[in-house]
């Protein structure tokens, strides 16, 4: 069964501090994806990265950079000096194709304080 | 990326009765449709697969007689929520994609919420 746990319910910071989200997810398929949401109050899903299982190269993305490590089963995501606009519901997911389903873990609240 | 619209955006109903709500591909047809559900505060969970064409495959524990799922073309699929309670209220969102697309990915619409008086 496919699984995605993300241990910390709700992260509070103070502007241009860093912070790492955790993403810890269980599979049994050789081949995956995994992914990060962004959402904010209104609701919307923002797409933000995708990685296929076998890329584990770590990525960056101006002040975001994703670290997947497959010997821990790990995809987690930092944000460097983060802005009160970071405030929001993240959340990291799991599909066995690019195209299939989401398994998404409970979603990770930021908040950051100017 | 493709567009993927919602309506309505938001709907308060009295219980007792049914809504519909619409996710439509805009710039691209989709033969795959997932509809998730979120409670407040919670995750989302997949609700139903809909394949334009065919019956919408449900997941373990959701009701079909309740949430009637409809993909009719290959740019709309529609949720009905019939006799809506207020346990029912929650926000609904979709997804869309299909293999001819460019861009080989799914994308979400931008949600509808649901309260149930």
């Known amino acids: 069964a496919q699984k995605v746990t993300q241990a910390q319910t709700e992260i509070s910071v103070v502007e241009k501090e860093d912070v790492t989200l955790d993403c810890v997810y269980e599979?049994?398929?050789?081949?995956?994806?995994l992914f990060w949401y962004k959402q904010p109050p209104s609701g919307e899903l923002v797409f933000l990265i995708r990685?296929?299982?076998?890329?584990?190269q770590n990525e960056i993305s101006g002040r975001y950079s994703w670290n997947f490590q497959k010997s821990t089963s790990s995809f987690n995501f930092t944000i460097t000096a983060s802005q009160v606009v970071d405030s929001a519901v993240y959340f990291c997911a799991l599909s066995r194709y690019n195209t299939d389903k989401l398994i998404f873990g409970t979603g990770t609240r930021l908040q950051v304080f100017p | 990326g493709a567009v993927v619209s919602q309506h309505p955006s938001r709907v308060i109903c009295k219980s007792g009765t049914s809504v519909k709500i619409e996710c439509r591909s805009l710039?691209?047809?989709?033969?795959?449709m997932f509809w998730y559900r979120q409670f407040p505060k919670k995750s989302l969970m997949l609700m139903a697969t809909s394949n334009e064409g065919s019956k919408a495959t449900y997941e373990q524990g959701v009701e079909k007689d309740k949430f009637l799922i409809n993909h009719a073309s290959l740019t709309l699929s529609t949720l009905t929520v019939t006799s809506a309670h207020p346990e029912d209220s929650s926000f609904y969102i979709c997804s869309a994609w299909t293999p001819d697309s460019f861009y080989n990915e799914q994308f979400f619409g931008p949600g509808t919420r649901l309260t149930v008086l």
């Open positions: 599979t049994r398929d050789t081949t995956y994806y």
């Open positions: 710039d691209f047809q989709a033969t795959t």
């Open positions: 990685r296929n299982s076998f890329d584990e």
